[in-house]
């Protein structure tokens, strides 16, 4: 079955160090979102990336699909404390009708 | 827009009770999943729903587990019995249908099982 794993599971960063969570794939993805879960609350939807080699910025925030569409990537600039929270991928198989969730990355920011 | 409502948002149960979930999901979204988060982990799909029928049930625990959304919109999950591996929170989300990939989550119900 498909697997969708993230690297690292924890990371502690200094405020305004940079960040970035990794995101493979055991199969081909037609598309991966990834999501950001504040502590106490529900994932909510950050960006959805469906071409290979796809790159999408939104303010500190650099995602990456990659060639193969079988990882991805996300990069926070200069992390501030509101970047608190865990950030999962989500992959959507070839064919599939739903998305199968990453382990998620826990980042914590030390002011 | 209002967003997806779950209720109860926590619930305190012994092992071998029954109880049940309840979604309402954004108005004119045609597609409902329920997800299991157990703590630490990413969430897991247990079905998805479209309108009324059922797209993937295949990691719903069909011993225990059932839901049902019968006139296409609001929708509820059971566990009966409860296992104390059950303890999670349990998080409805809804699709609107066209291209959008994109799922909009409610807050979630916290389930203990004592």
């Known amino acids: 079955g498909q697997q969708v794993m993230q690297i690292p599971q924890y990371q502690h960063v200094q405020e305004g160090e940079d960040f970035t969570t990794y995101c493979n794939s055991s199969t081909t993805l037609s598309n991966i979102q990834w999501y950001k879960q504040r502590p106490g609350g529900h994932p909510v939807f950050l960006i959805q990336?469906?071409?290979?080699?796809e790159v999408k910025k939104q303010k500190r925030l650099t995602f990456q699909f990659g060639e193969a569409k079988k990882n991805s990537s996300l990069h926070i600039t200069a992390t501030q404390t509101t970047d608190v929270g865990t950030y999962f991928c989500a992959g959507r198989q070839t064919g599939a009708n739903n998305l199968f969730f990453g382990t998620g990355t826990r980042l914590t920011v030390i002011p | 827009e209002a967003g997806v409502a779950q209720s109860p948002r926590y619930k305190i149960i012994e092992k071998r009770q029954s109880v049940a979930f309840w979604c309402n999901p954004i108005?004119?979204?045609?597609?409902l999943y329920w997800y299991q988060q157990i703590l630490g982990q990413g969430p897991k799909l247990l079905i998805q729903f479209q309108n009324n029928g059922v797209v993937d049930d295949s990691q719903l625990p069909k011993d225990r587990f059932s839901a049902e959304r019968l006139k296409g919109v609001d929708s509820t999950l059971k566990i009966q019995p409860a296992k104390l591996e059950d303890s999670a929170v349990y998080l409805c989300?809804?699709?609107?249908?066209?291209?959008?990939?994109?799922?909009?989550f409610g807050p979630g119900t916290r389930l203990t099982v004592l």
């Open positions: 990336l469906v071409k290979s080699g």
């Open positions: 108005s004119g979204h045609a597609t």
């Open positions: 989300a809804s699709r609107s249908s066209g291209t959008t990939d994109t799922q909009y």
